[in-house]
């Protein structure tokens, strides 16, 4: 009898940790201030069973961090959470039995005071430093002026790059939170919030709802920057005002404002200007900003506002509703020029020049609705509706010369066209998806809808003179063409996981689309049934996609399986052409992806997929459309789907010394059967008749190497090399009667060099970008040279801020060589500068700015490729000088409230 009671509670405590879980607890440890999961953290566990034995347990949590535990009917749990640099937090609960997961609030984990005065007293503050799989930036690191945007910030942090207007991280595309909370719009916090109210940076990976709730990989995860608000500066209102003047007839006024909140977040936004930075809005939640060269009149506005709430303590993430709204009315004017050369085989490459001015009037008006719905604790529903009204009117003139050599006295024929189009489209759409969350895994349902009626007219009048022959004809055409697009389509998903370590996900979706157009033409006021065409498509698509994420100690294989069934019924009238055409195909899409992570922040990943390109179905009739009779298009009935195989390598690392960050790509595709245009080319009358052709398929290697590091104090350099070599091929132009197609093999190799330095000393501020570029094609052709381009650009910028004055000049230096265009050839040697007057405390600034005052900025662009070579640049709005006054209405931050 003495060794029964100790045998029984030993007993007892192996039955309440490992075996008889009856009740499972689920936790999870996150950081007080930011929210952010705290992987690694210890957690104590105090099991006492009444009048019986007190047992003890530490467990770990995860990457996520989450921490399981099971417990018996009525047994007192005292759970502590501890972490390195932040104070103990403890919990109590009693057990009550049941086959259920229980959900138990966050454990939040404050940070130590002692830990932050160690920091302060630290003499050099990092640029960065690692924790677990997180990497925390420190803004005061990074010699940000006062005023300073958040964009400033985020575009200087390691590892963090533009590409496009969007941000990446090591490549890949980043999303920009706050507080833990996605943001009403990333844009206009990015451009809005100032770096003083910025405690902290945070890059990490944010694991789906799926693996928050299982605590298994499921391999969905995103690449975040989550900005860490100072709290003085919640629940406070910041707003922008601008107006800018030019030295011409250009202007420009804007108003930005956001509210920061972490319920209810509003943000305001409206523009009128005329001048060349064109701002493209759709909602609020899609905005994007892009620097024109041409003025572009513009009136414009946004509203935002987001509802957001924990509902219970069983809720993962928060509940939230927001809507958006906006109006957008454009006016542009764009002029462009254009010198084409498209090689022909045993004879001279004919050479074309066009001119062409284009105006274009646009009115949206677009409302969005989004919500996410905690429906208890197994449920979720997400929904959304989007409406929008488009009106766009665009004009084109254009006039062309086409000639059979480069000395223009051969001319072949000339045209002058000009055009008229409006359009005018309404949409609406809806979505919604149903989760129920279950022990191990969840079950969706999907649904949508989309409607969108189209209604496009148009007149042109073209005047074709043809030198060989000496005929002149005028064409004259006009054209109606309404148009209906709607879709339906319902997914389900299931996920379930197999052990502590494997995800397996299993989906079907099936869509169907229906689309009517009826085109009528008129040709020199008759019907042009030649042209006037009828086209209904019926399209049904089903998929069944299978995948994995299995996780293997620090190392995660996720193999995918895609099998989609398209099944394709065209009804196409075009003159004596009425066919019924109807098509079906299996489509398979495998891929392997592999993810190995050591430690720290440095990892591996791989990537290897197989895809397939299938043609548009009304390439593959045998029709002709001789709109334009010197570009006469046709169908081919023979074309086949394209195949492509792409594998990827990238390693990435980054280390707390010298705050240094290396990332290596390595990337190689393969296409099969690629689809190319054959052109036959009448040397008469100067016209082409155009047909999409499966061509023999090419191949391109390429890799980029990207470094970073603080060499000494104030000191920062970057590089990125990057590498790539392409190889196609091209049909050559067939000429009168020529049969049989002649491939010309074009091999193009790219290599560029990109070298940044960055000072900073005082009131003195430095900066050296590089960037080198060298391309090189060679043809299988021998009549065709191998040619050189060569670009290289050298900019510098130098600043020095003496009290409330800051004085900025930024000379560059362009060198272009290798264009057969002389225009594009030669040095370009561009100086900016400018002049910024801060008063009223930093809240507003005055700036007067002059850009290119030597007045030699180019915009051009070129285009080569296996059997064409086109050149061509655009009119731009040269040397100017721009006065803008701006003012910030940034609150103080609340004392109470940061305390």
Not at 95 to 100: A, K, M, Q, R, S
Not at 162 to 181: A, I, R, S, T
Request: charged residues 25%.
């Amino acid at each position: 009898m003495y060794f029964r009671k100790p045998l029984l509670c030993i007993v007892c405590i192996i039955a309440a940790c490992n075996v008889l879980r009856a009740e499972v607890l689920k936790g999870r440890i996150v950081d007080a201030e930011t929210r952010e999961p705290l992987g690694g953290a210890k957690v104590e566990i105090q099991d006492v069973i009444p009048d019986f034995c007190t047992s003890m347990c530490t467990l770990t949590a995860d990457s996520a961090g989450y921490f399981h535990y099971g417990t018996q009917v009525g047994n007192i749990l005292t759970i502590t959470g501890k972490y390195f640099g932040y104070n103990d937090k403890s919990i109590k609960r009693i057990g009550i039995g049941g086959n259920d997961t229980i959900y138990l609030d966050d454990i939040v984990l404050k940070p130590s005071a002692m830990l932050m005065k160690e920091l302060m007293v630290d003499a050099k503050v990092k640029r960065f430093y690692v924790k677990g799989d997180t990497v925390v930036f420190n803004p005061q690191a990074f010699n940000m002026e006062s005023g300073d945007r958040l964009i400033k910030l985020v575009e200087k942090l390691p590892g963090v790059s533009v590409k496009d207007g969007k941000l990446l991280w090591n490549g890949e595309p980043l999303k920009v939170m706050m507080n833990g909370k996605d943001a009403l719009s990333q844009d206009m916090m990015l451009n809005l919030l100032p770096v003083e109210a910025v405690d902290k940076i945070k890059a990490y990976d944010r694991t789906s709802e799926l693996q928050d709730r299982t605590g298994v990989a499921d391999g969905n995860q995103e690449h975040v920057l989550d900005v860490a608000v100072k709290p003085g500066f919640m629940e406070k209102f910041l707003t922008e005002a601008e107006a800018k003047a030019y030295a011409g007839k250009q202007y420009a006024a804007q108003l930005n404002a956001m509210k920061l909140s972490d319920s209810n977040p509003i943000m305001i936004f409206g523009r009128v200007a005329d001048d060349p930075m064109k701002t493209s809005l759709m909602t609020m939640g899609a905005k994007g900003w892009s620097s024109g060269i041409m003025p572009v009149r513009q009136q414009m506005g946004a509203l935002a506002y987001r509802h957001q709430w924990r509902p219970d303590s069983t809720a993962y993430r928060d509940s939230r509703w927001d809507i958006t709204a906006g109006i957008n009315h454009t006016d542009e004017n764009n002029e462009k020029w254009e010198e084409r050369q498209v090689f022909m085989p045993e004879t001279t490459p004919t050479m074309s020049k066009s001119d062409s001015r284009d105006y274009r009037h646009n009115l949206t008006v677009p409302i969005d609705f989004s919500s996410y719905l905690n429906l208890g604790a197994k449920n979720t529903l997400w929904l959304n509706a989007n409406l929008s009204y488009v009106r766009d009117l665009t004009k084109n003139n254009t006039e062309q010369e086409t000639a059979e050599a480069e000395d223009w006295l051969t001319r072949v024929n000339a045209s002058e066209y000009r055009s008229r189009t409006e359009t005018e489209t309404f949409k609406v759409s809806g979505e919604g998806t149903l989760t129920h969350y279950f022990r191990g895994g969840s079950l969706a349902a999907n649904a949508g809808v989309s409607y969108a009626n189209a209604e496009a007219k148009g007149s042109s009048r073209a005047e074709y003179r043809y030198f060989q022959s000496g005929e002149t004809t005028i064409d004259t055409q006009r054209f109606s063409a309404p148009d209906h697009n709607l879709a339906v389509n319902w997914r389900v998903d299931l996920n379930k996981t197999i052990g502590k370590d494997i995800m397996t996900h299993a989906q079907w979706h099936t869509s169907y689309e229906h689309k009517y157009r009826d085109e009528q033409r008129w040709r020199n006021d008759a019907p042009d049934t030649e042209n006037s065409t009828y086209r209904k498509d019926n399209i049904w698509r089903n998929t069944l996609m299978l995948d994995a994420n299995v996780k293997v100690g620090h190392l995660t294989i996720k193999p995918s399986l895609e099998l989609k069934h398209h099944h394709e019924q065209t009804s196409y009238r075009r003159a004596a052409l009425d066919t019924l055409a109807t098509r079906n195909m299996l489509l398979t899409r495998p891929m392997l992806e592999m993810h190995y992570r050591f430690k720290g922040q440095m990892g591996l990943k791989g990537t290897l997929s197989y895809s397939n390109t299938p043609a548009d179905m009304i390439d593959c009739i045998g029709y002709v459309d001789d709109t334009n009779p010197l570009y006469i298009l046709m169908g081919n009935p023979a074309l086949k789907t394209s195949h492509t195989l792409n594998a990827t390598l990238l390693y990435t690392l980054m280390l707390t010394r010298h705050c240094q960050s290396l990332s290596v790509t390595a990337d190689y595709s393969k296409t099969y059967d690629p689809i190319g245009t054959v052109m036959h080319y009448n040397s008469q009358t100067g016209a082409y008749r155009v047909q999409k052709q499966n061509v023999r398929g090419g191949d391109r290697w390429s890799m980029k190497v990207a470094y970073e590091r603080d060499l000494i104090d104030g000191l920062t350099l970057s590089n990125t090399i990057r590498g790539t070599y392409y190889r196609s091929f091209g049909i050559m132009t067939l000429v009168d009667d020529a049969t049989g197609l002649t491939y010309n093999r074009q091999s193009e190799t790219i290599l560029r060099d990109e070298l940044g330095l960055t000072y900073k000393h005082g009131p003195w501020h430095a900066e050296m970008n590089h960037r080198f570029s060298w391309k090189h094609y060679a043809y299988s052709d021998a009549g065709l040279l191998e040619s050189d381009l060569f670009k290289y650009h050298l900019a510098l910028q130098g600043s020095y801020k003496l009290k409330q004055w800051k004085f900025l000049l930024d000379p560059s230096y362009i060198l272009d060589r290798g264009y057969t265009s002389r225009y594009m050839n030669g040095g370009q040697f561009l100086l900016n500068a400018r002049i910024n007057f801060q008063f009223l405390k930093n809240r507003a600034d005055l700036e007067l700015r002059a850009y290119d005052l030597l007045n030699q900025k180019k915009w051009y662009e070129q285009s080569i490729t296996a059997t064409s070579h086109s050149e061509s640049w655009e009119k731009s709005l040269g040397r100017y000088v721009t006065l803008t006054f701006r003012y910030r209405f940034d609150p103080k931050a609340d004392k109470k409230q940061a305390q």
